[in-house]
């Protein structure tokens, strides 16, 4: 994949920058995940169905996916800064309410909100990784995002759990960490705006547009809702193929999602090392590789302790997958539109969320465990070999929806295998 729009030159990073959006990226897999280990004392409290209570978590994915196109033309139009900073306290202010609301609607109605501040906090912060640091900085900042994220995976969830034994109104006060962060972000991150530039695509290239020029943008967000979506799946469904092992405690099941987390953290901080030896294209297809053998196992894995095997490849996988597909969408636009582009990877990530328990589960159901999750393995499956025989690298856009000839772009290649 090429980089087909000339970047501005890096401008200067404060000292702790990094930091400070590393955190804040951790804040997009807490969204939901804190309350999971206090989703069935709220279920009891306020007298709603399962799938009711399920809806507490999974609302937030629905209006990210839904608004995320939006948060992209914001940032496009007025940089990364402010829209970053207004959406982190948006984030907090949103999610900590919770702390005082006692019925189920209105609960609803905060979680909707909320998922508007987690659109600015997911794009936001990609969007200034991508434009604040450049080459092996950028590998770096990507790898130690994917660390930082996975870690989060396992540690909110853990303080939310302490808190939430004293109250389930409490682990909604968590999310007011984003109300300081996002004064934070306001004081330390530059001051840009991106510009239209002679030759490439401006401010004014609508989504559908940017489309049509960027075709391969396509082909990311169908891998990122197919790898999403699969890890949703995992997530659901390994307790059960658990349980049919005669593996019900609580605790027990919970090493396998920590260890899938391990292995994201684990390969995020290679994942620097690994980019600077192996190109995209290889990375991409190796993570497809590793999602694939974890269903594999998952459908046949003879006992529990083999059965663990599939978190771990699972989080291997993605913990290469997404660092590769986010570089990939972000170098393959001009600078000015990236916003717009990484904001419908948002959509594609949190729509797969949402869909996963509404399609893996009815199939598992209408076929048997073993079927289902051969299914969903062939899906990366199928996708390596397609990228396998598909040429991906261009150095240029596609042509317009009207035929002509793409706008001219500086030739600078990036690899992708």
Same mark, same amino acid.
């Given at each position: 994949?090429?980089?087909?729009?000339?970047?501005?030159?890096?401008?200067?990073?404060?000292?702790?920058?990094? =930091?400070?959006?590393?955190?804040?990226?951790?804040?997009?897999?807490?969204?939901?995940s804190i309350l999971a280990p206090v989703i069935q004392v709220i279920r009891g409290?306020?007298?709603?169905?399962?799938?009711?209570?399920?809806?507490?978590?999974?609302?937030?994915?629905?209006?990210?996916?839904?608004?995320? =196109?939006?948060?992209? &033309?914001?940032?496009?139009?007025?940089?990364?800064?402010?829209?970053?900073?207004?959406?982190?306290?948006?984030?907090?202010?949103?999610?900590?309410?919770?702390?005082?609301?006692?019925?189920?609607?209105?609960?609803?109605?905060?979680?909707a909100v909320f998922g508007v501040g987690a659109a600015f906090v997911f794009s936001?912060?990609?969007?200034?990784?991508?434009?604040?640091?450049?080459?092996?900085?950028?590998?770096? $900042?990507?790898?130690?995002?994917?660390?930082?994220?996975?870690?989060?995976?396992?540690? &909110?969830?853990?303080?939310?759990?302490?808190?939430?034994?004293?109250?389930?109104?409490?682990?909604?006060?968590?999310?007011?960490?984003?109300?300081?962060?996002?004064?934070?972000?306001?004081?330390?991150?530059?001051?840009?705006?991106?510009?239209?530039?002679?030759?490439?695509?401006?401010?004014? @290239?609508?989504?559908?547009?940017?489309?049509?020029?960027?075709?391969?943008? @396509?082909?990311?967000?169908?891998?990122?809702?197919?790898?999403?979506?699969?890890?949703?799946?995992?997530?659901?469904?390994?307790?059960?193929?658990?349980?049919?092992?005669?593996?019900?405690?609580? @605790?027990?099941?919970?090493?396998?999602?920590?260890?899938?987390?391990?292995?994201?953290?684990?390969?995020? @901080?290679?994942?620097?090392?690994?980019?600077?030896?192996?190109?995209?294209?290889?990375?991409?297809?190796?993570?497809?590789?590793?999602?694939?053998?974890?269903?594999?196992?998952?459908?046949?894995?003879?006992?529990?302790?083999?059965?663990?095997?599939?978190?771990?490849?699972?989080?291997?996988?993605?913990?290469?997958?997404?660092?590769?597909?986010?570089?990939?969408?972000?170098?393959?636009?001009?600078?000015?539109?990236?916003?717009?582009?990484?904001?419908?990877?948002?959509? $594609?990530?949190?729509?797969?969320?949402?869909?996963?328990?509404?399609?893996?589960?009815?199939?598992?159901?209408?076929?048997?465990?073993?079927?289902?999750?051969?299914?969903?393995?062939?899906?990366?499956?199928?996708?390596?070999?397609?990228?396998?025989?598909?040429?991906?690298?261009?150095?240029?856009?596609?042509?317009?929806?009207?035929?002509?000839?793409?706008?001219p772009v500086p030739q600078t290649t990036t690899r992708t295998g």
């Amino acid at each position: 994949m090429s980089a087909v729009a000339q970047e501005q030159e890096p401008v200067p990073v404060r000292r702790g920058t990094l =930091p400070l959006l590393l955190f804040a990226s951790t804040l997009a897999v807490m969204a939901g995940s804190i309350l999971a280990p206090v989703i069935q004392v709220i279920r009891g409290d306020l007298g709603v169905s399962g799938t009711a209570a399920g809806l507490i978590i999974t609302t937030h994915s629905l209006s990210i996916a839904v608004t995320s =196109p939006l948060v992209g &033309w914001m940032i496009d139009r007025w940089g990364v800064r402010m829209p970053l900073a207004g959406g982190l306290v948006l984030y907090g202010l949103s999610g900590g309410v919770g702390m005082v609301v006692d019925s189920y609607p209105a609960l609803i109605a905060t979680r909707a909100v909320f998922g508007v501040g987690a659109a600015f906090v997911f794009s936001g912060t990609t969007v200034a990784m991508l434009n604040l640091y450049r080459g092996t900085a950028r590998d770096r $900042a990507m790898g130690l995002r994917g660390t930082a994220t996975s870690a989060g995976g396992v540690l &909110w969830p853990l303080l939310s759990g302490a808190v939430g034994g004293i109250s389930w109104h409490l682990p909604f006060g968590i999310y007011l960490v984003g109300v300081p962060l996002g004064i934070a972000t306001a004081l330390m991150l530059p001051r840009t705006k991106p510009t239209g530039s002679a030759g490439t695509a401006g401010p004014g @290239l609508g989504a559908w547009a940017m489309l049509r020029r960027y075709r391969l943008l @396509l082909v990311w967000y169908a891998l990122q809702f197919c790898a999403s979506l699969l890890m949703y799946a995992l997530v659901v469904f390994v307790p059960d193929r658990l349980s049919g092992f005669g593996v019900e405690d609580p @605790l027990l099941v919970s090493l396998y999602t920590v260890g899938m987390s391990g292995a994201m953290s684990l390969i995020g @901080l290679a994942y620097a090392t690994l980019r600077a030896r192996l190109a995209y294209g290889t990375l991409l297809r190796g993570s497809l590789v590793l999602l694939t053998a974890a269903f594999l196992v998952l459908a046949v894995a003879p006992n529990a302790p083999l059965l663990f095997l599939a978190p771990l490849l699972f989080g291997l996988g993605q913990g290469v997958f997404f660092p590769v597909s986010t570089v990939l969408i972000g170098e393959g636009v001009p600078e000015e539109v990236r916003g717009k582009a990484t904001s419908l990877s948002g959509t $594609a990530t949190f729509a797969g969320q949402f869909a996963s328990p509404l399609l893996i589960g009815p199939l598992i159901q209408a076929t048997s465990p073993l079927t289902g999750f051969l299914l969903a393995a062939a899906v990366p499956a199928l996708a390596a070999v397609l990228l396998m025989v598909t040429r991906t690298d261009t150095t240029e856009p596609d042509a317009d929806a009207d035929g002509g000839a793409p706008a001219p772009v500086p030739q600078t290649t990036t690899r992708t295998g």
